[in-house]
């Protein structure tokens, strides 16, 4: 009947209005999000945000392989590779706090010397890592 059709109108009204409101107010709040975001900045400190950044670039990361042992560890995936011999010697290595052995999440060792392939000769672990485990080297 018309009276039917004109109530399913209005409701069908009704729904389109909250929709349009809803969809209003997420515009709002993505609008929102950037609001005071600075990225070259840290607590107003331009200084702060390049120290980040140099010391983020100054970290090695990588993981291990399949024939890794507590003193050696073969290592795949090193950023930036590892291009001459020693080039890592003295460093400390940590082990994600993530990663696959928990025995060795965040346990940390240095560097006593490396190939020019990337593998890594360390002061003793208490595990030795099976294959990909995820470290960094600072």
Same mark, same amino acid.
């Given at each position: ?43 107003? $400190?331009?200084?702060?945000? !390049?120290?980040?950044? &140099? =010391?983020?670039?100054?970290? %090695?990361?990588? @993981? /291990? ?30 082990? $994600?706090?993530?990663?696959? !052995?928990?025995?060795? &999440? =965040?346990?940390?060792?240095? %560097?006593?010397? @490396? /190939? ?23």
């Amino acid at each position: 009947t018309g009276a039917d059709l004109a109530t399913d109108v209005k409701s069908i009204q009704v729904g389109v209005n909250s929709l349009q409101t809803n969809v209003a107010s997420v515009f709002t709040a993505v609008a929102s999000l950037g609001a005071g975001v600075d990225v070259t900045r840290i607590g107003s $400190d331009a200084n702060a945000a !390049t120290n980040l950044r &140099r =010391g983020t670039l100054g970290s %090695v990361i990588g @993981n /291990t392989t399949g024939d890794s042992t507590t003193s050696t560890l073969s290592t795949a995936n090193l950023s930036p590779a590892a291009a001459v011999v020693d080039q890592f010697i003295s460093r400390a290595l940590i082990f $994600d706090r993530d990663t696959v !052995t928990a025995a060795l &999440r =965040g346990q940390g060792t240095v %560097v006593n010397s @490396n /190939t020019a392939a990337g593998v890594l000769h360390v002061a003793s672990l208490t595990t030795a890592p099976p294959s990909g485990n995820t470290f960094t080297i600072t």
